[in-house]
């Protein structure tokens, strides 16, 4: 079936590269392109302003050693069922530069935009690179024919840098969005009035399609 024959399907989806869930959550999106013609808005919403660039250990976290291992003994079952390979969970880094590079590269169409969405969160969850690393984001950049101009644009708002309680503006509308809707977590699924928050299973997210397109 062509796009042309499929149902439109618009979905906003609040996300942040180094949220796991979020991976997980846009790998079982990705399965309703076989029956829509899905169109999704990425909100981009950075989940720990606080970490500094080069990250620090996930230990630094707020979790106990029995949250943290349980967290991760589900992560890796979930990531069993979607066939990804995780490297370990060991260090959390900033986001901000890859969301910004992100927001940026919609610009130049899904052609563009996808190669680097998947890049990040491969590079970040399976390839255990630091995503806060300006140099690990260039070469995903030029890898995905992304022009060192449109690098520089997406960079160049004051806060990229931080400081971490103020938000650059190509991110400010999503997250004024989610406090909108008042998610909670990441990934927020928005059907239309349907709001779907956290780890959602496929047959979840195919009845919030059906629900939607009739």
């Known amino acids: 079936m062509s796009d042309l024959q499929k149902p439109e399907l618009k979905v906003s989806v609040i996300s942040d590269y180094i949220c796991p869930f979020c991976f ?3 790998k079982r999106l990705e399965a309703l392109r076989d029956h829509y013609d899905l169109k999704i808005n990425w909100c981009f919403v950075e989940i720990h302003p606080e970490t500094p660039p080069l990250g620090h250990d996930v230990a630094l976290l707020n979790y106990t050693e029995d949250t943290w291992n349980s967290l991760m003994k589900n992560l890796q079952q979930l990531a069993r069922e979607e066939n990804i390979t995780l490297s ?25 935009f996808y190669p680097l969405h998947e890049s990040l969160f491969n590079a970040y969850f399976v390839e255990g690179q630091n995503i806060g690393d300006e140099q690990v984001l260039r070469k995903l950049a030029a890898d995905c024919n992304i022009p060192d101009e449109l690098i520089e644009a997406a960079w160049s708002d004051p806060y990229t840098q931080g400081p971490e309680d103020k938000t650059p503006q190509a991110l400010l509308p999503y997250l004024q969005y989610a406090g909108a809707i008042q998610a909670t977590s990441v990934p927020t699924f928005i059907f239309s009035k349907e709001i779907l928050s956290g780890v959602v299973s496929k047959d979840e997210l195919r009845q919030a399609a059906r629900n939607m397109t009739g």
């Open 88 to 112: 370990p969970q060991t260090r959390v880094t900033n986001s901000r530069k890859a969301l910004l590079l992100a927001e940026a590269s919609k610009k130049l169409g899904a052609d563009v």
């Open 24 to 26: 997980i959550g846009h």
